[in-house]
């Protein structure tokens, strides 16, 4: 069950209207790292968590905290398209912030939302669900979960450099620290998955399987000798084992020949020597 308070979890009011700039907010509302995007991340892997109450319990309280920062946003972006003079383009040529308007806004802010919040990025592309991870494996998930954050204040502070607004700024920076704590909650619950599992996902798949002889090598595969500068090629993989530096990688497989396919298939015909 939700519940909706109608206060928000932080102020979100512009100090003046600003279309440009709502196009820019679109990023961390409907973007691959926007707010939308871990709230459903957070969401789908608490509920799919099976017999981990208290990381159940971390996703669930993160998820929802995660819609309120989709509010937040919405709100913000909708009060930087107040007042926006749409139909006065005769007026573009004599007003310069009426022809930036023009100019340079989401088309979508006036034709489809009626200034409002859209959900999708500041190029206009929709958000997807394709942008969500949650694979069942809470170390995988919550490694993504890293990522998403990472990646989500990077975008924030861009944005806080883009503009001078001091109300754009105060929630910006309120993001900024939950952004920081989120990536602290996920990195020390990392470290503590990491401790009962081992770093390497999934750890209940049989070494015995795996073709441990290419486990822990380094290939070079790339022009120039860089890649050997590692300083951690010296020490021990985090699952104890050593690493290796291959300076010329060996092709371990045969040559890939395929076999003619059937008539009915209508490929070209292979060649007659």
């Not at 996920?186 to 486990?215: C, D």
Request: hydrophobic share 35%; glycine share 8%.
């Amino acid at each position: 069950m939700f519940t909706h308070t109608k206060k928000l979890q932080h102020p979100a009011k512009p100090d003046r209207p600003d279309p440009l700039f709502a196009k820019k907010m679109q990023e961390i509302l409907g973007g691959q790292y926007g707010e939308i995007s871990v709230a459903m991340q957070y969401l789908f892997q608490g509920w799919n968590t099976r017999g981990n109450e208290k990381y159940k319990d971390l996703l669930m309280d993160t998820a929802t905290e995660e819609i309120g920062h989709v509010e937040m946003i919405a709100t913000m972006i909708a009060r930087l398209l107040e007042d926006a003079p749409l139909a006065e383009q005769e007026k573009a040529a004599d007003d310069p912030v009426i022809g930036s308007i023009l100019g340079g806004m989401n088309p979508h802010h006036a034709i489809v939302s009626g200034l409002g919040a859209m959900p999708e990025s500041s190029t206009g592309v929709p958000w997807s669900a394709g942008y969500i991870v949650a694979s069942g494996n809470l170390l995988a998930d919550f490694r993504a979960n890293l990522n998403a954050e990472s990646q989500g204040r990077l975008q924030v502070a861009r944005l806080y450099e883009m503009t001078d607004d001091k109300g754009v700024k105060d929630m910006l920076s309120f993001l900024l620290a939950r952004d920081t704590m989120h990536q602290n909650q996920w990195l020390a619950a990392i470290k503590e998955l990491e401790a009962q599992e081992g770093p390497i996902v999934p750890s209940t798949f049989p070494k015995a399987l795996e073709k441990q002889s290419f486990s822990h090598k380094l290939i070079h595969f790339s022009d120039g000798g860089e890649s050997a500068e590692q300083n951690w090629l010296q020490e021990k993989a985090p699952d104890g084992e050593p690493f290796e530096y291959e300076k010329e990688p060996k092709a371990h497989g045969e040559i890939a020949k395929l076999d003619p396919v059937p008539p009915y298939v209508h490929n070209t015909l292979p060649g007659r020597k």
